[in-house]
């Protein structure tokens, strides 16, 4: 009798198992109260509240910058990278199912219609990108706008390229 190759090795395989194997479909991060620190249990478990310091010397105010990103327009954004699915959980759930076909489709969509969002948004018009979605035609779902004259002073994305060359 004659055994099949693929089916031996067919076999193998699943009699092996895989038990460190991750499930996708199930999100397994560690709660919040395992990724603390031993400090940080120890402070909060005792109630502690933290020691002010006064130091000898006056305060000095210190603001970050606006954390906004100047760039040239993003022809192929897609809302479910810059919004997620907004569930908040690490794992698989239907709306990537949902976003697999549309991705594809949008991608495609967008490759169509490039001559189109060439004319509306020209390629040197400087874009600004602060984290936070802005209100579009079709709802919150991207985040880049039209730099104002107020927002980059006139300042263009590659400038920063060219001042640090």
């Known amino acids: ?27 397994d991060a560690p709660p919040y109260a395992e990724m603390m620190t031993h400090s940080e249990r120890v402070l909060h478990e005792a109630n502690a509240t933290a020691v002010v310091r006064q130091r000898g010397w006056s ?17 192929h954004e897609d809302p479910f ?9 690490f794992a698989w759930t239907y709306a990537d199912f949902i976003a697999l076909p549309y991705c594809a489709a949008r991608a495609g969509l967008n490759g169509l219609g490039l001559p189109v969002s060439m004319v509306v948004t020209p390629a040197c018009t400087p874009m600004v990108s ?10 919150y779902d991207h985040d880049a ?12 994305p590659s400038a920063d390229a060219e001042t640090s060359n």
């Open 1 to 27: 009798m004659r055994r099949n190759p693929s089916v031996l090795l067919l076999l193998s395989l699943v009699s092996t198992g895989c038990s460190g194997a991750i499930n996708p479909f199930v999100d």
């Open 145 to 156: 706008a039209r730099v104002s004259d107020e927002d980059g002073e006139g300042q263009h």
């Open 81 to 89: 990278e810059d919004k997620g699915d907004g569930d908040d959980t």
């Open 59 to 75: 305060e000095t105010h210190f603001s970050a910058d606006a954390g906004e990103v100047i760039h040239w327009p993003l022809w």
């Open 130 to 139: 602060d984290g936070l979605l802005s209100r579009q035609a079709l709802g």
